[in-house]
């Protein structure tokens, strides 16, 4: 049996994929199991042990409507003649796609009546429900998923986890604290919808900083961003410093970790059960992990659009998100 699994993005989508991986090799230990992702994405799949190979295309070609190219990626999966794909993404083009490329059963998610045209098998997603269940639901269709298990897996090589050893030990870091304030940037969302505000940023840095080292994580694009709240010789921005897989290692260590909805979020459940999650735009129940000591903050809930989370419309501009933070 050959599987293709399917998803363009973002980070911590990919992540609350990984329980649906993990249950189809417990299934089928023999099948081959790839999974194509948009580029960029690739990382938090390296190295996973149930996946046959990782695949990676341009996300762009959905994104903006290449049809030649979307047709050229059709050929090219079509060329290795998968029995079944799982489609992660939600868009009808998806599943046109996937139809194109004759693959005989495809299963994926009905939003609306556009995106099950092209399925042959599809779970309604409507309903305010954590993404992992989601996602969980589309292995039933071929095998009997298990809800309970629903840890992300996200894999740290023996090189990654002694870096992060031999920082820790040079500088000396005991107990300390991780804030990431992200606004959940991709390739299809820009303007820091998710980002906390300046204001609160500041004063919960200046707070927590009293009696604790903290580090700030983020990316590359975040260190000039970050720079601004270097308030006290506790606090120490080490963003676009480390690789993902490093930065994951890094949290596993952190006493609590405090972040708003992005991908980095993701990336310390798979190491970490003390996260404080500031949710502004976005439903905790949908994207919150599911770890055993998670704080939620969601104070936004009279002004959420579910259009939001169900087709990635971004928020009006008039709308202001973590207002109530004090």
């Known amino acids: 049996m050959k599987i293709l699994l399917l998803k363009a993005g973002a980070l911590g989508d990919i992540l609350m994929t990984t329980p649906v991986i993990r249950q189809l090799r417990e299934h089928f230990p023999s099948a081959q199991i790839d999974y194509m992702v948009g580029n960029g994405c690739q990382t938090v799949l390296n190295d996973n042990p149930h996946l046959n190979s990782v695949i990676t295309f341009d996300s762009n070609i959905f994104f903006k409507h290449k049809l030649i190219d979307m047709l050229k990626l059709a050929k090219n ?7 079944i794909v799982f ?3 939600k868009h009808w083009i998806f599943s046109l796609t996937s139809f194109l490329a004759g693959i005989k059963k495809r299963i994926g998610f009905a939003r609306d009546f556009p995106s099950r045209i092209f399925l042959t098998e599809y779970v309604n997603y409507k309903l305010p429900r954590h993404e992992i269940h ?6 039933d269709k071929i095998a009997k998923a298990n809800h309970n298990d629903t840890k992300m897996d996200l894999s740290i090589n023996k090189t990654s986890k002694e870096k992060v050893q031999t920082f820790i030990r040079k500088n000396n870091l005991h107990n300390f604290l991780v804030f990431i304030n992200s606004g959940g940037e991709n390739s299809v969302e820009t303007g820091g919808t998710r980002k906390l505000p300046n204001t609160f940023f500041k004063k919960t840095l200046k707070k927590l900083s009293k009696n604790n080292q903290i580090l700030l994580i ?3 694009t975040d260190k000039d961003y970050y720079d601004k709240f270097i308030l006290n010789k506790n ?3 080490i963003a676009g410093q480390f690789t993902i897989a490093e930065s994951t290692e890094l949290m596993r260590f952190a006493k609590r970790v405090y972040t708003t909805d992005c991908g980095p979020m993701h990336m310390a459940a798979t190491v970490n059960n003390n996260i404080t999650a500031y949710f502004g735009p976005t439903n905790p129940k949908r994207k919150a992990p599911l770890v055993k000591h998670i704080e939620t903050v ?5 002004i959420y659009e579910e259009t939001y989370e169900l087709y990635g419309k971004i928020p009006k501009k008039t709308k202001t998100f973590f207002r109530k933070l004090k």
């Open 235 to 237: 606090i120490t921005n």
């Open 134 to 139: 989601y996602y969980l639901d589309l292995v």
């Open 298 to 302: 969601w104070n936004d809930e009279d």
């Open 87 to 89: 489609l992660f993404d």
């Open 77 to 83: 999966i079509r060329a290795k003649q998968y029995d």
């Open 218 to 220: 983020g990316g590359k």
